[in-house]
């Protein structure tokens, strides 16, 4: 159980292109699902949080109206890079949580965004 | 700031030998998440610890929280090539709504053969 997909796995882009990134939890509702970025050989860098039916939470830092996300339904959200660029060349992970479980978070298996 | 602070950073050893990862922090959690990654993959939840002083054990890992449930460890026995990977600690604090987790730098662990 417990299982989350991201889709696509990789995806390359011209400068200027946007790009959304799926987030599916496959065998339970997820309240929340969280939105990571993470560079090569660091930890997880937190984007935005969200809820179902709500808006996102942004950390600070992180541009809203560059990354946009919805959460349409307790087993989907999506992340739109909107005008990218090659600084936003990363690897893009998200992370669902099922109700009150003790806060585990399960991980999709990450987006490689290449921006050319 | 880090609010988990996690060490080492590195660690390259031969199988066969033991090592553990440390996870500190000056704040309490309401339970506290270790997970392994490889690379180009998600990470994989390996255990979570609720309760101040839980001991768990994973095969050949073993996972302490620390009695203030400010700090953990993860204890490997025996190192394979195939405990290799970045391992992170993450923790939630009590009260987060949002179940938001707090995650360490990460620990990357090389083992040889």
């Known amino acids: 159980g417990a299982v989350v997909s991201q889709h696509p796995s990789r995806v390359i882009c011209k400068s200027g292109t946007s790009v959304k990134i799926e987030c599916r939890s496959l065998?339970?509702?997820?309240?929340?699902m969280f939105w990571y970025r993470q560079f090569p050989k660091q930890s997880l860098m937190l984007m935005a949080t969200?809820?179902?039916?709500?808006?996102?939470?942004?950390e600070q830092g992180v541009e809203k109206d560059k990354f946009l996300i919805n959460h349409a339904s307790l087993t989907l959200s999506t992340l739109t890079v909107t005008s990218a660029h090659p600084e936003d060349s990363s690897f893009y992970i998200c992370?669902?949580?099922?109700?009150?479980?003790?806060?585990?978070?399960?991980f999709g298996p990450g987006t490689r965004l290449t921006v050319l | 700031t880090q609010l988990l602070e996690q060490s080492p950073q590195f660690l390259s050893i031969q199988e066969g030998e033991n090592l553990t990862v440390y996870c500190n922090s000056s704040?309490?959690?309401?339970?506290l998440q270790w997970y392994r990654q490889e690379p180009g993959e998600g990470p994989v939840l390996l255990v979570t610890?609720?309760?101040?002083?839980e001991v768990k054990k994973l095969k050949r890992l073993t996972f302490q929280f620390g009695d203030a449930r400010k700090d953990s460890s993860l204890h490997i026995t025996a190192a394979q090539p195939g405990d290799t990977g970045l391992y992170l600690c993450?923790?939630?604090?009590?009260?987060?709504?949002?179940?938001?987790?707090?995650f360490g730098r990460g620990t990357q662990l090389t083992v040889w053969p």
């Open positions: 993450a923790g939630a604090q009590r009260g987060s709504t949002l179940g938001r987790l707090y």
């Open positions: 065998d339970f509702q997820a309240t929340t």
């Open positions: 704040s309490v959690f309401s339970s």
């Open positions: 610890v609720v309760t101040g002083g």
């Open positions: 992370s669902a949580r099922e109700h009150d479980i003790n806060n585990e978070q399960f």
């Open positions: 969200s809820n179902e039916g709500s808006k996102a939470t942004y």
